[in-house]
């Protein structure tokens, strides 16, 4: 994903340099309007980033023995939008999509008392996330080339679960022992908030560092050997990129 975004930034690059050149003497380039020094963030950009993920997955999978499993590793993100700028203020949306290499485990030991039954057992939860995106609103202030922005909108992504246990439960005379083991993915829909700042240079081209938390609902997760559950997961994602501007 992060070589595929590095052949397309060269693609671009190379592009808006060759535009660039055919332009008429006089005229600012991207991002500058005519006859003014001032940077103007209006117009339609796409750019690419990279950065880090951190992922805390809650499933009622066989709780107490499993419960939370955090997945951390890194995004590579394709992403395109459009400002308008009146005055200092800049508004826009903006979408994107990612994907993840994230991945962590959650291995547990149990013992005591759960309800009736004195609980025993051990097991692993493993969490793989897959990919995220947003369409999110944008609204932020300028200082000539400089944007400090909020952000606000839709997520969605993927995940993939995988789980292996034995409990054991006894209550007096009873003995009841469970065992599972299996895998699902569930697709997650929910909420993205953030903040960022951006940095607008050259004709056109700018860079940037972004945070998102973005939330999840409760989504309905079914494994090959256990009953439905509940699965609600959360991630803190920042990164950094480059934008240019069409």
Do not use: C
């Not at 709780?63 to 203020?89: E, H, I, M, Y």
């Not at 547990?108 to 995220?132: C, F, P, Q, W």
């Not at 560092?209 to 559950?229: I, K, M, Q």
Request: aromatic share 10%; proline share 2%.
């Amino acid at each position: 994903m992060l070589k595929f975004a590095a052949v397309l930034l060269a693609g671009v690059s190379a592009s808006a340099a060759a535009i660039a050149a055919d332009l008429p003497n006089g005229f600012a380039g991207p991002g500058l309007m005519r006859g003014d020094s001032a940077y103007n963030w209006s117009g339609i950009y796409a750019g690419a980033s990279a950065g880090r993920v951190g992922s805390t997955l809650s499933a009622e999978l066989a709780d107490p023995v499993f419960g939370t499993s955090r997945a951390k590793g890194f995004v590579g993100t394709l992403q395109a939008g459009f400002n308008k700028q009146a005055g200092g203020l800049v508004f826009g949306i903006e979408a994107d999509f990612s994907l993840s290499n994230a991945r962590g485990d959650n291995r547990r030991t149990v013992s005591g008392k759960y309800g009736d039954y004195t609980m025993s057992g051990a097991g692993n939860l493993e969490t793989r996330l897959a990919n995220i995106g947003t369409v999110r609103a944008r609204l932020g202030y300028a200082l000539e080339n400089v944007l400090v922005y909020g952000t606000a909108g839709y997520a969605f992504g993927r995940q993939r679960l995988d789980m292996t246990g034995t409990i054991t439960g006894v209550q007096g005379t009873t003995t009841v022992t469970a065992a599972q083991a299996g895998s699902t993915s569930n697709t997650m829909a929910g909420w993205a908030l953030g903040a960022g700042l951006e940095y607008a240079f050259g004709r056109g081209m700018s860079v940037k560092a972004e945070y998102l938390r973005l939330h999840f609902n409760p989504s309905t997760v079914y494994g090959d050997t256990w009953a439905a559950s509940e699965a609600t997961s959360n991630i803190n994602l920042f990164r950094t990129g480059f934008n240019f501007r069409i």
